[in-house]
């Protein structure tokens, strides 16, 4: 298991199996913005242009593989799945919070687990909105995506990070692992100031020892030293 340094994306490989694990697609994420009165092409061929590109056979998803929480775009939800299916030798994805409706959409090799994760190797995914299921546990890493990750650099501007610390709750795998977000339009979530993230992030995870890399994989700090620089 490796991050793809450069792009919000891990490959794991087992049983002889190649996979590439994304998080926060959020397919559909323009419809929203044109009903702010900014308007951009659907984006949906580029994303899956751009998850094509990764490499993998298969495909796993750690949630918000759409936007729209309902299923208010069906249609367009329902052709990207189609295309996605054929572009991969399976997909699976673990139902985010914006992911209603979506077990609805399953097939023969789309798989939609539970919003408490599900095994992929030696990883349990989730997507961070619940709590993982109880057997996460056992695994050594929990890898999830639904924060965003950020930080603001001076002279550079926001940029999209990995998290990666020991988790300090119960129930929970050794070390939790944070994507940054696939969709590239999609809003950025701030390590530093955080919001209601749920139930993992930040109060999961220990800042003393939490390491935050950039896309590439350049070693920025630990949490609690870039909080307090």
């Known amino acids: 298991m490796r991050p793809i340094w450069g792009r919000p994306a891990i490959e794991i490989n087992f049983d002889g199996e ?12 323009e419809i929203e913005l044109a009903s702010q009165g900014v308007y951009i092409p659907d984006q949906s061929g580029k994303i899956l242009e751009n998850l094509i ?43 985010g919070n914006h992911d209603g409706g979506l077990p609805s959409l399953a097939g023969s090799n789309f798989i939609v687990h539970g919003s408490r994760g599900a095994a992929l190797g030696d990883a349990w995914i989730f997507h961070g909105h619940a709590y993982p299921a109880e057997e996460s546990s056992s695994y050594e890493f929990g890898i999830m995506g639904h924060v965003h ?44 100031n955080p919001g209601d993230y749920g ?25 609690s030293f870039l909080t307090n620089r």
């Open 18 to 29: 190649a996979w590439v694990l994304v998080a926060d697609l959020h397919v559909g994420y």
């Open 53 to 95: 590109s990764l490499g993998g056979k298969n495909l796993f998803i750690a949630g918000d593989l759409k936007h729209s929480i309902g299923l208010v775009f069906s249609h367009r939800i329902r052709e990207f799945i189609e295309r996605l299916s054929k572009s991969f030798d399976r997909v699976e994805v673990v139902q």
């Open 149 to 192: 990750p950020s930080i603001s650099l001076r002279g550079v501007g926001r940029i999209p990070v990995w998290v990666i610390g020991n988790s300090i709750c119960e129930k929970l795998p050794e070390t939790i692992v944070i994507m940054p977000a696939f969709n590239t339009l999609i809003g950025y979530g701030d390590i530093l």
């Open 199 to 223: 139930p993992i992030f930040p109060g999961c995870l220990d800042p003393d020892s939490t390491d935050v890399l950039t896309l590439d994989g350049e070693y920025l700090g630990t949490l």
